[in-house]
């Protein structure tokens, strides 16, 4: 480990690496000022450009399993429904049976 005087420790180094921002010029004024990269090539930041491609494939592969209009918890409640159909032995079309009792009242 690195001994600096008076205890210091050695101070980190914040690169941002290909995600740093680049100095430019503007054109009226002559001032330099800096400008953030959003997108880097892959050659330059291979990990994060994997990761974002696993990203994208992950939510597209999710949203082509739904059906057109249906919304995961949707989707979900369904799959839950007929599970539960199929464990118990009930008839297709159970659950709109319950859901159509008026409510019970406590007495």
């Not at 399993?65 to 918890?73: D, H, I, N, Y």
Request: charged share 30%; proline share 7%; with cysteine.
């Amino acid at each position: 480990v690195h001994r600096l005087k008076g205890g210091r420790q050695p101070q980190k180094d914040f690169k941002m690496g290909p995600y740093a921002h680049t100095m430019a010029r503007d054109p009226e004024t002559g001032k330099l000022y800096p400008v953030a990269r959003f997108f880097v090539s892959p050659r330059k930041d291979p990990v994060t450009f994997i990761v974002n491609c696993l990203c994208v494939l992950v939510t597209v592969y999710t949203a082509s399993q739904l059906s057109w209009g249906e919304s995961f918890f949707e989707k979900r409640k369904r799959v839950i429904r007929e599970k539960i159909r199929q464990e118990y032995g009930l008839p297709k079309g159970w659950e709109h049976e319950i859901e159509e009792e008026e409510e019970l009242e406590l007495s």
